[in-house]
């Protein structure tokens, strides 16, 4: 199982970042995924996360209305759409597989994912 994770950058407040997570190694539709972050000193929380077929999301209250989540099963790739960037979302992204067979829901426990990509920074200016 491999999750690549790109498209992290500098942005200033306000501004749009697009990341992506390649997935390789098992089948990607059988699986709910994940977005998380950890800022520097803090602990890795939940960002959003969505369903295996797609159907399904939810996201942190933090980032409710500013970033989308969605995938592409076809091409095994996660994505996260992030605008209206602020500077407390400043902190390294990381793509995550399920592990769970639940088809319907989003779990926000980091427990509950079994692999994770490498990361990619995001960093937000003022």
């Known amino acids: 199982v491999q999750l690549q994770a790109s498209g992290g950058g500098l942005v200033q407040a306000g501004g749009s970042l697009r990341l992506s997570c390649a997935a390789s190694?098992?089948?990607?539709?059988?699986?709910?995924m994940g977005w998380f972050r950890q800022a520097p000193g803090k602990e890795r929380v939940f960002v959003t996360g969505?369903?295996?077929?797609?159907?399904?999301?939810d996201s942190a209250d933090s980032v409710q209305g500013r970033f989308t989540i969605s995938r592409d099963n076809a091409k095994n790739t996660l994505y996260l759409q992030m605008i209206t960037l602020k500077p407390e979302d400043t902190a390294v992204y990381y793509c995550?597989?399920?592990?769970?067979?639940?088809?319907?829901?989003?779990?926000?426990?980091?427990?509950?994912?079994?692999?994770w990509g490498q990361g990619t920074q995001v960093t937000v200016s003022s």
């Open positions: 995550a597989r399920a592990n769970y067979r639940n088809s319907r829901i989003v779990s926000h426990r980091t427990s509950q994912y079994d692999y």
């Open positions: 190694g098992f089948s990607f539709s059988d699986y709910a």
């Open positions: 969505i369903t295996r077929s797609g159907g399904s999301s």
